[in-house]
């Protein structure tokens, strides 16, 4: 456990709020949004932003996770390192091309990415053209060709924006639970079709699984991004064996096991087959059965 995860990322961790305060305005100036309209799109006023930005006032939870929406960089960044609860998207390091973001004054690609997100999750990869996409942002066919090779291209940066969604708030919220069993089951709380935004994720997910199963999965970034959403659950896992919390056997079995799970329940709840009440009892009577040991000092001895 380090550090960080003890105090939890309203303390900006080991790094302080100083590094915050710094990352934070780095990413403000090259995001090119006014201040103003950062402070809109977090949810506090200008004053309070400004005591944030100049280290007189920690950003919470809520507020950090808006900004890294806002600006197109990682909350991990934000605090100062690269957490271990995930690996950073590769396209979304600092100084890489950062994320869309739905905010305005937004530069115009990640305007883009973020209005066609938004279009391929609720109406679906073959119903959205790019006139759609053009339509909605308000800006031209030729605007979306000039950044993106064509429609697939673009739901690619649509799927990087969604994994950006995740591990930020992997970030934001897992860090500052320290006992392994409230850290899983957060985690999987967190990665569950459970509010818009999530649910518009999952969309992206499930359209993104139908394509590769008809295409060479190979020529994809998302077999990685999954591998890596498979380590932490695999981590928090063995984590939760070494401390007594979890039963012992094969993690990688346990992990793989677990996410497939829960990958079938949420597909129900995002097709309508299941309500969010009786996802929520299935995965934790799986995980009483299968993973947690209600036997400590069997396990132990």
Do not use: C
């Not at 550090?3 to 961790?13: P, T």
């Not at 600092?94 to 066609?116: C, F, K, M, N, Q």
């Not at 009440?277 to 934790?284: E, I, N, V």
């Amino acid at each position: 456990m380090t550090d960080r995860s003890a105090a939890g990322v309203d303390g900006a961790g080991v790094h302080g709020a100083g590094v915050t305060a710094q990352r934070a305005k780095e990413a403000l100036r090259t995001s090119d949004l006014s201040q103003r309209h950062v402070a809109a799109s977090i949810g506090i006023d200008e004053t309070k932003l400004s005591k944030s930005l100049s280290g007189r006032r920690r950003f919470g939870t809520e507020e950090l996770l808006a900004l890294a929406t806002a600006t197109g960089v990682t909350v991990s960044w934000l605090l100062g390192d690269e957490s271990q609860v995930s690996a950073t998207p590769l396209r979304y390091q600092p100084g890489i091309d950062r994320s869309p973001g739905p905010h305005p004054g937004s530069s115009p690609r990640r305007l883009i990415v973020e209005t066609a997100w938004d279009l391929f999750a609720r109406h679906g990869y073959e119903t959205v053209r790019i006139a759609d996409i053009a339509d909605a942002a308000g800006i031209s066919n030729a605007s979306i060709h000039y950044y993106f090779d064509g429609k697939s291209d673009l739901f690619d940066a649509t799927l990087d924006y969604s994994v950006k969604l995740a591990f930020d708030r992997q970030i934001a919220w897992l860090d500052k639970i320290p006992n392994p069993h409230r850290r899983l089951e957060r985690l999987l709380e967190l990665q569950s079709p459970i509010g818009r935004t999530s649910r518009s994720e999952w969309s992206i997910w499930l359209q993104t699984w139908a394509r590769l199963g008809l295409e060479d999965a190979h020529t994809s970034d998302y077999p990685a991004h999954y591998e890596r959403w498979s380590h932490t659950v695999r981590s928090t896992i063995e984590a939760g064996q070494s401390d007594g919390l979890f039963r012992s056997g094969d993690s990688e079995a346990m992990a793989d096991e677990l996410t497939s799970l829960l990958d079938g329940l949420g597909v129900k709840v995002l097709t309508g087959i299941m309500d969010v009440a009786t996802f929520r009892r299935r995965l934790s009577s799986y995980l009483k059965r299968a993973i947690v040991n209600t036997n400590p000092d069997e396990e132990s001895s």
